[in-house]
């Protein structure tokens, strides 16, 4: 079982930026691939970014990409997600997830384990 607690969600003018970050305990949480998703009102949870267990190998979504970069720390197992350039449509709730095996995916219910999200706001 792996424990997933996210943070650093808030309210942020269009064009700032946001540091968010996932804490991971429990079954040698430090070998799952991680991953962020965020659902926005009235949408589905979509696939924002993921990375390997090791932090060689990262992947995002289009509509992030050159905006974002996801990151770990395997001593402190904590992962991030640096967001940039904030538009407010990246407002919405985002959550952490962990899996054992590939990073590659990105459909939700290919991953194990969920945090219980963290609020974005960005305002116009």
């Known amino acids: 079982q792996v424990q997933l607690v996210e943070s650093g969600g808030g309210l942020v003018q269009a064009g700032g930026s946001l540091r968010l970050s996932c804490a991971a305990s429990?079954?040698?949480?430090?070998?799952?691939?991680m991953g962020w998703f965020r659902q926005a009102p009235g949408k589905e949870r979509e696939f924002v970014a993921s990375?390997?267990?090791?932090?060689?190998?990262?992947y995002y979504a289009d509509s992030v990409k050159g905006r974002g970069t996801i990151s770990r720390d395997n001593a402190k197992n904590t992962v991030y997600l640096q967001m940039n350039s904030l538009k407010p449509e990246d407002t919405a709730v985002y959550y952490c997830?962990?899996?054992?095996?590939?990073?590659?995916?990105?459909?939700?219910?290919?991953?194990?384990?969920w945090g219980q999200g963290t609020q974005v706001t960005v305002s116009s």
């Open positions: 997830a962990a899996r054992g095996g590939s990073y590659y995916l990105t459909a939700e219910r290919d991953w194990d384990y």
């Open positions: 429990g079954r040698t949480s430090s070998s799952y691939a």
């Open positions: 990375i390997s267990w090791n932090g060689r190998s990262t």
